[in-house]
């Protein structure tokens, strides 16, 4: 039997080409291949073992998908996939790691578990029970290992999200209480309600959820970007989430359809559950500046003369704003008066260590609100900028 051959539950693995190396006893192939991979990533200590250990929590295996699932994992397969481990570490022992390309002094990896980082040299049966327990609570796949990602035709994992927090986020608190509590019920209880933001532009809601969403990641919540150029892929991605055992909000940002855009049909049968019965660990959240999300021209009002010949132009029109009805939450965001959005400004200034007098701190916002978008969070947020950035510059 060939070492490749010993591997049958982590078989896909050997499609890696550097895993295919290290099981040929290629070690100069190995070297290289962990050199190219090492290119734009921190050193480490230990290369080749956390390259592998890396492709094991990816790796979507029977054992990983069930241990995901919360099945029962008979004995015999927790022995059989122990002893592929053990073939693994053995690879490893007989591969020497050349010194120029291992940095003893590194950190470990962050985004690895850190009672796994030292894998190699732990019995493999240990090895097993900690990988079924990673399995258990984050998952299998490409999915396992993050928890911000953007979906663009692909999953992309998301490389230094935005870390905003609530605190960061001024006024707003009924709409953020809203969201929070609703978000927690999901992540707690596996209920809650898909939830549409809409209303002013600058007013904070894409970055509400983006708050909320770092609030709740200890308690494994995720977040899918969903742009609009690929909604027509929200039912294939719905499906990639359901089976994993962390909770999923996709999140679509200015969410809207022009009249001729039949994609908000597809949006339509997922919130209401299609054929398929929605997971219970994914929830859509979008945001809006348009309360029924679709285009509405006067012409669609007309009843039965209509452009495209359309008789009952009025029932289409129904179906069309009935979209934003499948949501079960609608969180209003109004433009803030002009004693909130100074109030705006006046904590964010603080937050930033701006000393400039109240008195003309208030002008120089109201000056700026009205040369540049009018009262809004954003605006706010652009205003205190543009004074740190005059400060570094005296």
């Known amino acids: 039997m060939s070492q490749a051959q010993k591997l049958i539950i982590l078989h896909g693995l050997l499609q890696d080409e550097l895993v295919s190396a290290l099981a040929a006893a290629d070690y100069d192939k190995v070297s290289c291949l962990l050199a190219q991979n090492l290119r734009l990533s921190a050193p480490v ?7 592998l250990l890396r492709l094991l929590l990816q790796d979507a295996n029977f054992l990983a998908c069930r241990a995901a699932q919360g099945k029962p994992l008979a004995p015999t397969l927790l022995a059989a996939y122990a002893a ?15 010194s120029w ?5 590194a950190a470990p990896a962050a985004d690895l578990p850190q009672n796994l980082l030292n894998w ?22 490409q999915l396992a290992l993050h928890r911000v990602w953007r979906w663009q035709g692909a999953l992309q994992p998301v490389v230094g999200f935005d870390n905003i927090r609530l605190t960061d986020l001024i006024g707003y608190q009924h709409q953020k209480d809203e969201v929070m509590n609703n978000t927690r019920l999901f992540v707690q209880h596996g209920r809650g309600n898909n939830m549409l933001l809409y209303g002013a532009r600058g007013t904070g809601k894409s970055s509400l959820i983006k708050a909320v969403a770092n609030e709740l990641a200890a308690d494994g919540l995720c977040l899918v970007e969903l742009p609009l150029d690929y909604i027509a892929d929200l039912p294939h991605l719905q499906a990639l989430l359901k089976d994993q055992p962390r909770h999923y909000i996709i999140y679509i940002d200015d969410l809207s359809f022009e009249k001729a855009d039949q994609s908000y049909k597809i949006t339509k ?20 500046n348009r309360r029924h999300l679709i285009v509405e021209n006067w012409q669609d009002r007309d009843g039965v003369q209509h452009n495209n010949g359309e008789v009952r132009a009025s029932d289409s029109m129904s179906e069309k704003l009935s979209l934003a009805d499948r949501f079960g939450q609608t969180v209003l965001f109004t433009t803030p008066r002009q004693d909130e959005y100074l109030n705006i400004v006046s904590a964010l200034a603080a937050a930033d260590g701006i000393t400039l007098p109240p008195a003309q701190l208030r ?21 205190v900028n543009s004074l740190i950035n005059n400060q570094e510059e005296v």
């Not at 200590?45 to 390259?51: H, I, L, Q, S």
Request: with cysteine.
């Open 45 to 51: 200590a230990d290369p080749a073992g956390t390259y």
């Open 363 to 383: 002008e120089q916002a109201l000056q700026w609100a009205l040369w540049q978008n009018g009262c809004s969070g954003r605006t706010a947020r652009q205003f």
């Open 269 to 288: 049968a997922v919130l209401e559950g299609s054929v398929t019965a929605r997971g219970g660990n994914v929830l859509i959240y979008a945001t809006s």
């Open 84 to 98: 592929e481990v053990a073939v693994l570490q053995s690879w490893l022992a007989a591969y020497n790691t050349p």
């Open 120 to 141: 190699r040299n732990l019995p493999a049966d240990e090895v097993a029970v900690r990988m079924i327990d990673f399995h258990r609570n984050f998952g299998f796949g």
């Open 101 to 105: 390309l291992a940095d003893d002094a």
